[in-house]
């Protein structure tokens, strides 16, 4: 793991803020994954990083990977 990333990783995370909670379920309210997104993209993309969403089935998901520019 190179020194970048490590540099790169703690600069987004204290920039990333917590998302809003603006889903409601009967459990109460949830950060929904647009909200989680919004609040991390920035931050990471100014940082070095980006997000890869992958669609898999059976069974049937959403696979989310940060992905450095360091490889």
């Known amino acids: 793991?190179?020194?970048?990333?490590?540099?790169?990783l703690v600069a987004a995370l204290s920039e990333i803020k917590?998302?809003?909670?603006?889903?409601?379920?009967?459990?109460?309210?949830y950060s929904t994954i647009?909200?989680?997104l919004d609040a991390a993209?920035?931050?990471?993309?100014?940082?070095?990083?980006?997000?890869?969403?992958?669609?898999?089935c059976d069974p049937d998901r959403i696979v989310t990977r940060i992905v450095h520019a360091s490889g």
């Open 18 to 29: 917590n998302p809003p909670l603006d889903g409601s379920a009967a459990y109460g309210d």
């Open 34 to 36: 647009n909200a989680c």
């Open 41 to 56: 993209k920035t931050a990471l993309q100014e940082n070095n990083f980006c997000v890869m969403q992958m669609f898999h």
């Open 1 to 8: 793991m190179s020194s970048s990333f490590n540099t790169d």
